[in-house]
């Protein structure tokens, strides 16, 4: 059973920072992307940011600048650094793991961590 595990999240004031850590719980998988999506109350969860195996990112336009996604491969973690946090940001942010099966790719997600921008 593969297991995302999200660290991270808390309160924090408007203009604060924040890192959200997401740790694959098997280390033989081979990974393709991993990502953060984040779902604001009443509405769809959405992109954050992601990062592939060959380490090209890509950001919704609502972070570019603020948010800054990396990943460990050796320790399978991938983090999202969030800097000049706004009320607009508060959200469960989820973890995503892409990878690569025998025929397709298989998809995974964490249980989500609470941030909340707030003062």
């Known amino acids: 059973q593969v297991q995302l595990v999200e660290s991270g999240g808390g309160l924090v004031q408007p203009g604060g920072s924040l890192r959200l850590s997401c740790a694959v719980s098997?280390?033989?998988?081979?990974?393709?992307?991993l990502g953060w999506y984040r779902q604001a109350p009443g509405k769809q969860r959405e992109l954050a940011a992601t990062?592939?195996?060959?380490?090209?990112?890509n950001y919704a336009d609502s972070v570019k600048g603020r948010f800054t996604i990396s990943r460990d491969n050796a320790k399978n973690t991938v983090y999202l650094q969030m800097n000049s946090l706004r009320s607009e940001d508060t959200a469960v942010y989820f973890c995503?793991?892409?990878?690569?099966?025998?025929?397709?790719?298989?998809?995974?997600w964490g249980q989500g961590t609470q941030v909340t921008v707030s003062s």
């Open positions: 098997d280390s033989s998988l081979n990974i393709y992307m």
């Open positions: 990062i592939t195996s060959g380490g090209s990112t």
């Open positions: 995503k793991a892409l990878v690569r099966g025998t025929w397709t790719l298989l998809e995974y």
